[in-house]
């Protein structure tokens, strides 16, 4: 695979629509410094997903797009596009030219495409994962890359070898499935926390569920007895529906008897009406005739007019005809008589120019002897030059080497002597590190005792400061409560004393004198309220006292029978309604004999209806008539037993509302007073009052406590952020020892492996020095012989050139005389060439006169034609003409005719209507009669159908279904009774939510599809805690393997391209493989190792081209885009980048952006940038062969 063509539009300052085709091998692209040579780069980034804008050399990523110059407006997007050949299929996806592109929008809107199909950055991402293709890579290469790589931070080249080693796909995959194991987790106790609150709803809706149920078996029951009863109303409805509509059918056979005879008569009119409208029509199309042959006479005329004017027309034409074919046939006879003498002289051309051409190819067959014999002599030449100057390049090469190897000893021989130096040095280093490392532990062993001690203040703290939060929010769970009961009786007393305010509960002739009383003082004067208001019971005996006072509870108390009188007349004025009054100054007390209170007092429990309340003493008349004779027992059992002993003489009523009356009588069962007495809601009300006040109380008690449970915390939150910052600021110190002893021990065990490597360098360049010693000597011996051969040579090209110089002289001759025969030969062929074209023309004339001949004879022969024609054309109009003239003739009396009949059928019109006036009166009297019956039948379907609106309403029944729960109901009173009791039932059960059962049902179906959801979501944590595992074992073997082999491969580059030294990588944590840091370490020839930022420049950049070129001998990338990352080194670096990258171009295809003469020369083809226009750059390419000399200017 390899990148085939690039191709960038709007893209920075390629405003013009630009392709780049790239071959195998090296192409470099060239340009002075702002010509946009490095925004092909950039472009190469941009299109595989490059989302930094600070990579890109922009501030925005809308800087990408042609911003305009001065003479050139911004465009308003950019596109790149960037082709692989993929038929080596490395791309899993089965094209073998795979286009990507990436499109930007100055809205910001940004476009991804996969061989024109839209698609996302991820599918291309997820394509290109582990090929070393993307902006991640190692396939894209620029100065940022390289100070990258060379970076202080090891962590930060990691990416780099991840995607050498191949373990970027795993790395994606275990970073998917740890988030899925995130969002399991959380899913998990998303769901552990809803099966809690669904299992706190369970309980309660279950009650309203069973609640629910209960309220519909009544409600069936209703609906069962209340449907039948309307379905009894709706069949009464029908009876008399039946009845109207019997009255209906007999008036609408009269109707109907009408109707015909009405219809009859219409009928008759219309015919009448008819057989005028076909008189009309008759008429009209008489009349439409006589106009149609007044036309046809015109139009005859004006034909016979025209024949006449044509056939004079034709005579004229014929004559011209004739005269124009005898002038083409003289014409003819002279261009015929030209024809044969250009003929004669094309014959004696032929002849001239057939001798010419013989001579020509005589003397072009002596000319190429002359010129092959030249042609060898020139080559045995450049073959004596080119051996000369591959002999002095071989002597050149030599006398370098042996420079160098000299140069290379004296070099040696130093080293040596700086070794010995460096390794004393290094020796006392040594010794320093480590009296400074065992200085170190100490202070490390000192101060990890005091975090000990630290993490036990904290987790005391933290203990405490949990048991004050959990205690706070026991006491905020508890006012929350407190309030919300607060809250319910609160509103619970507001509805009980708007209760009151509006009197609910009282007959309605008593709320309005009430309310009249209140609004008009004058009326209100001397009226003290209802009896209710106007006592006070003793607990527990609210529905005993209201049943004993019965309906007198709301007889309303005043002072005297004036007063009362007062309100009565007020009453019957407004007609209010009736209320009984009753007046101080008129009522009497009554009492208890002493013989009646010695039996009363026999009984125990027993108590006097007066004696179980409070009330002022100015009403003891009032509330002595009404309850002094009355008892409250406990139970009916003693009251029917004090009944009797009373021989019934008092009204007893039981503290559970039963009543004895007066005479024997016994009222009881169960009743509403309980939950709505006017009483009990006296009583609720005090009781509410008081359960408020002592609520309040608490709610302030438990407000003080959660506040001082809130300061406690916020104590504890204060000690432990110091608490945590002192610890923060010794893990610190600790993390800087340990960094500092870690530092130490690397620098000790560098120092150990660096004298191991000093000594084992020393003897390896004493054998070197030896070696390169015998080498030196040998090359000596060589330049003499090829100085010996050089010297030979030159004395052959003499003679050589002297025979080049004869041959040349007579080539020059040949070459003179042919030049003066063939432009002889030329100027014949253009003569014979003009001749053909004459007769040619002269030819095709002749035909054209020929054709123009026959075009006018068969004119002449279809005008001849067309005059016979017209002449017999005119005879026959002319006798049409006749005929048109007797038939208009014949018309008009047709017409008269026609009028008279007209006039008799409208005389009959004219009876007809008159009879079915007469008809149409008898027809609206029966109508009327009619209406009358429907008005009624209309309203009895209304209330037929307002039942039927019930049905629906209130039952969602329509009548036939109905119908089915029809049953016989002969006593409609104990229906109308049962249907009370289950009302009472219904209204007994309090609120109902109905959608309880189903509500239930649904939560209990949730609550264990969740349960089954949080078994599955725990197997899912299982198994991507197990596939996790799994990816970092295969991550951690084939990272091991693949660093080796780069490790291996960078310290062969490095003494490649640096002439000796030694490169070395080092995983910084061999626990942690796949996190840790990645250390790079240098050491060019000639000096010691140490820090890649000690560095030069040079080096630095050498460096990490060589790291480079050892990842892409491991894995090779399809593409490397190099931009001028070799600018750092000098010339002979340069070179030696070159050469390796020429012998990387076998696996790998190279773009290099370059301004190094060296580069350029290695290249198999170049782009030059240039900006002819100002702002906008243009592609120039050139593209070498075998012939050409790569010579290019710096």
Known sequence: MYLKKLELYGFKSFANKIEMNFDQGVTGVVGPNGSGKSNISDGIKWVLGEQSVKTLRGSKMEDVIFAGTSNRKPLGMSEVSLTLDNSSQLLPIEYEEVTITRRMYRSGESEYYLNKSACRLKDIRELLMDTGIGKDGYSIIGQGKIDEILSSKSEDRRQLFEEAAGIIKYKHRKNDAEKKLTTTKDNLIRVTDILQELENQLEPLKKQSIKAQKYSQLRETLIRLEVNLFIKEIDKIDEELKHVHEQMEMLQKSLSTQEIEKKNHVKNFEKIQEQIDLNEEETANHQNDFYKVQQEIGKKEGEISVNQEKLLHYNENIARLNSEVSDIKTII???????????????????????????????????????????????????????????????????SESNSLKTLIQT?????????????????KNEEGHRKLNDLQQNLNQLQMRLKERNKAIELTINNKTTMERESKELNKKIEKIKGEIQHKRSKKNLIEEMEREHDGYNKSVKNILTACKKDNVLGKDVYGVVANLLKVSKGYEVALETALGFSIQNIVTKSEEDAKRLISYLKRHNLGRVTFLPITAMQKKFINQEEMKIIKGFSNVKTAIDVINYDTEFINVFSNLLSRVLIVPDLDIGVKIAKALNYRFKIVTIAGDVLNIGGSLTGGSSALKGNSILGRKRELEELSEAIEFMDK????????????????????????????????E????????????????????????????????????????????????????????????????????????????????????????????????????????????????QETIKTNEMQILQKNEEIKKSNQEYNNLEDELLKNKKQLENLLLNISKSQRNI???????????????????????????????????????????????????????LWEEYELTYNNAKDMQEDISDHTNVAKEIKTLKDGIKALGHINLESIEEYEKIKERYEFLHQQKDDLEKARQALLKVIKEMETIMEKQFLQEFAKIKKNFNEVFIKLFGGGKGQLVLEDEENILNCGIEIIAQPPGKKLQNLSLLSGGERALTAISLLFGILLVKPSPFCVLDEIEAALDDANVTRFAKFLQELSCDTQFIVVTHRKGTMECTDALYGVTMEEEGISKIVSVKFTDDMDKEIAS
């Open 333 to 399: 006879t002279n261009h015929t008589k030209d024809l044969e003498d250009k003929l004669q002289h094309l014959k004696t051309v032929d002849i001239e120019l057939e001798d010419l051409e013989r001579k020509v190819q005589k003397q072009v067959l002596k000319y190429q002897g002359v010129n092959q014999l030249k042609t060898l002599k020139e080559e045995d030449i450049e073959k004596s030059k080119s051996f000369i100057i591959e002999t002095l390049n071989d002597i050149s090469d030599k006398k």
């Open 731 to 842: 893990r610190i110190q600790e993390a800087t020892i340990i960094s500092k002893i870690q530092q130490a021990e690397e620098e000790n065990n560098q120092t150990t492996n660096y004298i191991k490597l000093l000594n084992r360098e020393k003897i390896e360049l004493k054998k070197a020095e030896e070696e390169t010693l015998v080498k030196f000597n040998i090359i000596g011996q060589e330049v003499k012989l090829l100085e010996e051969k050089i010297t030979n040579t030159k004395q052959i090209l003499v003679d050589y050139e002297e025979n080049l110089l004869k041959g040349k002289q007579e080539i020059e001759n040949l070459n003179d005389e042919i030049t003066k025969d063939k432009i002889n030969l030329a100027s014949m062929k253009e003569q014979k060439k003009a001749l053909l074209h004459e007769i040619v023309n002269l």
């Open 698 to 729: 608490d709610y302030k008690v438990l407000q003080e406590k959660s506040h001082k449970a809130t300061n406690t915390i916020n104590k504890l939150d204060e000690e432990l952020k110091e608490l945590n910052e002192k610890q923060q600021e």
């Open 412 to 428: 040696m021989e130093q080293r040596i002597q700086q070794i010995n130096k460096e390794i004393q040095d290094l020796e006392s």
């Open 896 to 950: 008269e005719k026609l009028r008279d009949s007209k006039q008799n059928l409208i005389q009959l019109q004219k009876q007809s209507k008159e009879m079915l006036n007469q008809v149409e009166i008898i027809v609206k009297d029966l109508n009327e009669g009619a209406y009358k019956l429907d008005v009624k039948c209309t309203r009895l379907e209304m209330q037929q159908q307002t039942f039927y609106n019930k």
